[in-house]
């Protein structure tokens, strides 16, 4: 078995008809997910990605699907296309933006046929509007739907707190922001707990921010594997409280081709990264 010199993580948020911010239309993900699949791409899951990290091998094409937040899109789209090609991602749920009630209708079922789903799903700035305004079941998962997903194979989940707050804008002093940080993770844990019957060690910032105070509240919350916004790809050395991501873009199979070529290589990744940051790209 080739092993894999390094574990490029792949950040998504929505799965949408609808183009906009951090969304990539179902066709460009089928597009992506039928590549993987078809070019012996292997998903891992958390404790994968623990084990590679404490020197365990892994096959050479192994990759992991990130998705941050919970949109209702990643139900109705992107759940179907995993399952279709019998692939898996990681998603960290803002808890407290997930509702109650029954499974809503599949954008595609397994009979092939398209039921009465959204068809035009809000933009991304439409969406935190809803939520914002009270209205989050309209465009975020409901627990239903994480257990089916669950259940299903297609998603495993964490923890993206349980507000998504940066209390770092809205608290001036350390140790009550800490405090507040705190706080908001034990209740992302309970949530989950409550209604998964598990938690995890693995935790996602929100948009990415983090500061000593908040690697310490996690810490001490139990989090041990800390994802970033930070574009790199992952190698045994990498430090577990800093996992880097790659963004994904609204592209077809060939543009993951050439990242996935890219980001397998550590040191032609160094390479890019270097000459992105020179350009200021």
């Excluded at 991304?124 to 259940?151: N, P, T």
């Excluded at 297609?154 to 350390?174: L, V």
């Excluded at 574009?231 to 060939?254: E, F, H, L, M, Y």
Aim: charge should be neutral.
């Amino acid at each position: 078995m080739n092993i894999a010199r390094a574990i490029p993580v792949l950040m998504y948020h929505h799965v949408s008809p609808t183009p906009g911010l951090v969304t990539i239309s179902p066709e460009n993900f089928r597009a992506q997910m039928a590549y993987l699949a078809q070019n012996g791409w292997r998903t891992i899951g958390s404790r994968e990605l623990e084990d590679f990290f404490a020197g365990k091998p892994l096959p050479e094409k192994s990759l992991m699907l990130t998705f941050d937040d919970g949109w209702l899109d990643n139900w109705l789209h992107a759940h179907p296309i995993l399952r279709e090609f019998g692939l898996k991602a990681v998603l960290f749920l803002i808890t407290g933006w997930i509702g109650d009630g029954p499974p809503r209708a599949l954008a595609v079922t397994d009979d092939g046929t398209a039921p009465s789903c959204p068809t035009r799903f809000p933009a991304h700035r439409v969406c935190m509007e809803k939520v914002r305004g009270g209205q989050a079941d309209e465009v975020m998962l409901r627990w239903s739907e994480v257990e089916a997903m669950r259940a299903a194979g297609s998603f495993e989940f964490h923890s993206h707190t349980h507000t998504h707050t940066r209390w770092d804008k809205i608290e001036a002093d350390a140790a009550p922001r800490r405090e507040k940080l705190a706080a908001d993770l034990a209740v992302s844990c309970q949530a989950l707990q409550a209604h998964l019957g598990e938690t995890s060690a693995h935790l996602c910032w929100p948009q990415g921010y983090h500061d000593d105070d908040y690697k310490q509240a996690a810490t001490e919350g139990g989090f041990r594997y800390l994802y970033t916004t930070r574009p790199d790809t992952c190698t045994p050395s990498t430090a577990a409280g800093n996992i880097p991501r790659i963004v994904v873009k609204d592209r077809g199979a060939g543009w993951l081709a050439r990242r996935l070529w890219l980001y397998r290589q550590p040191g032609l990744t160094r390479l890019y990264l270097g000459c992105q940051g020179k350009s200021g790209a």
